[in-house]
């Protein structure tokens, strides 16, 4: 008998650590398949809200954000990147590759949310594919409407959405309400709107504490 569990993940489209941590809960759930029926629910959170349309680079803009060399960024980007291999994730970080404005892939993510949890899954993945291994820009609108014909979306309404922002209120709201939750850091993983987990945990953390959660609930 499997028990339900409502997971909201806050996270952020250029948030590595993100990936890593839902590659992680999506295997971590594969082993509790027989334990546990559960729906995913997907946050906005940015990163870098008042990044320009331009983007930047990645190496001076970490430098600079936590104050140190890009080559220790290019040290913690390795560590990333065996995490990733570990999970069957690609992260290809290069010299060139560039930090954008998520905002919109927030706003299209809410739009898929609302035509179902697998619609907003496959386009998650398929964002956070174009961008760490491809290093495609996910502010660019050309590119977020292939992506929401990739995860069998609507592409017409997508290109509408976008270019009309009729979702950019609701997500700025989304993104506020997170944060005076306390929610300062991603990923952050909500089990059934009590419990949370902060950071791209290990698969068997994961599945220690879904684990834990569910024996909280029967109680």
């Not at 409502?6 to 839902?22: E, H, K, N, R």
Request: aromatic share 8%.
């Amino acid at each position: 008998m499997t028990q339900s569990l409502t997971i909201d993940f806050v996270s952020d489209v250029a948030c590595p650590w993100c990936a890593v941590g839902l590659n992680s809960l999506l295997q971590a759930l594969e082993q509790l398949s027989d334990e546990v029926s559960a729906s995913i629910r997907f946050r906005p959170f940015e990163l870098a809200p008042d990044m320009p349309e331009t983007g930047e680079r990645i190496l001076p803009h970490l430098s600079r954000k936590y104050g140190i060399s890009e080559e220790q960024v290019k040290q913690n980007q390795e560590q990333i990147r065996l995490r990733g291999a570990e999970l069957g994730f690609v992260f290809d970080f290069r010299a060139d590759s560039m930090k954008w404005n998520t905002f919109a892939a927030h706003q299209l993510l809410h739009w898929a949310g609302e035509q179902g949890a697998e619609y907003q899954l496959a386009l998650k993945q398929a964002l956070l594919e174009a961008y760490f291994s491809h290093n495609r820009n996910p502010s660019d609108i050309e590119v977020l409407v292939e992506l929401a014909a990739k995860a069998g979306l609507d592409s017409v309404v997508a290109r509408e959405l976008l270019q009309d922002q009729r979702y950019a209120e609701v997500v700025r709201a989304e993104e506020q309400q997170w944060v005076e939750l306390g929610v300062s850091s991603v990923p952050t993983v909500v089990f059934n709107q009590r419990y949370a987990v902060s950071g791209g945990q290990p698969v068997e953390s994961f599945v220690a504490a879904m684990r834990d959660v569910l024996a909280q609930e029967e109680r």
